[in-house]
């Protein structure tokens, strides 16, 4: 089992940058990969990073790439989520989860555990 617990959330304007926090528990935090992922109202939740368990590659979705970047402090188990040169079209609840195989995949299906969900606004 693994708890995860995502921070770093809020408000803010559009050009704007934040960055999210996942704090893991429960197991070796090394021993996995990661991945974030983000739904908005009315759509399905959607792929936009992940992150192998030595953090030595990264995988990004176009939308997002170039503008955020993936890490992972295994000595502090967690991972983060920097967010630069935000959109409105970025808004929605962003998830941190727990990659099931060697290779994080881009599909939901493709994880283990998921965190609860921290809300991500971008205002025009």
């Known amino acids: 089992q693994v708890q995860l617990v995502e921070s770093g959330g809020g408000l803010v304007q559009a050009g704007g940058s934040l960055r999210l926090s996942c704090a893991a528990s429960?197991?070796?935090?090394?021993?996995?990969?990661m991945g974030w992922f983000r739904q908005a109202p009315g759509k399905e939740r959607e792929f936009v990073a992940a992150i192998t368990r030595s953090a030595a590659s990264t995988d990004y979705a176009d939308s997002v790439k170039g503008r955020f970047t993936i890490s992972k402090d295994n000595a502090k188990n967690t991972v983060y989520l920097q967010m630069n040169s935000l959109k409105p079209e970025d808004t929605a609840v962003y998830y941190c989860a727990v990659a099931r195989g060697w290779i994080p995949s881009r599909l939901k299906s493709g994880y283990d555990y998921w965190g609860q969900g921290t809300q991500v606004t971008v205002s025009s």
């Open positions: 429960g197991r070796t935090f090394s021993s996995y990969g």
